[in-house]
């Protein structure tokens, strides 16, 4: 299945669609492919937002750690020390 149809059926279900594609095996196993560039351990959820935002590899924080990832990617991997250097980045 290329990437495009991959997406035209995830775009067309918003609602329940990590029930949906976990019901269909040939689904989640196109899931997990396209989105091999992810640690096994990532979720359903970050992998179906890296597939419907054209994310090709996992972006890092500038600890060159992956991005915390909760509905959206963060602009940090999520440690303190990170996250207050961005604030006083963004204030400048």
Known sequence: MSKED??????????????FV??????YKEVLDKTSFLSSDSSLSLRIFCLKNNILEMP?????????????????????????????NNKK
Do not use: Q
């Not at 991959?6 to 029930?19: A, V």
């Not at 976990?22 to 689904?27: A, D, G, Q």
């Not at 890092?60 to 915390?68: A, D, E, F, M």
């Open 60 to 88: 890092l924080c500038s600890c060159g750690k992956p991005l915390k990832y909760k509905k959206y990617l963060y602009s940090t991997c999520g440690d303190k020390k990170y996250i207050n250097l961005k604030i006083e």
């Open 22 to 27: 976990k019901s269909k095996p040939e689904l």
């Open 6 to 19: 991959l997406l035209k059926i995830l775009n067309g279900k918003n609602l329940g669609i990590f029930n």
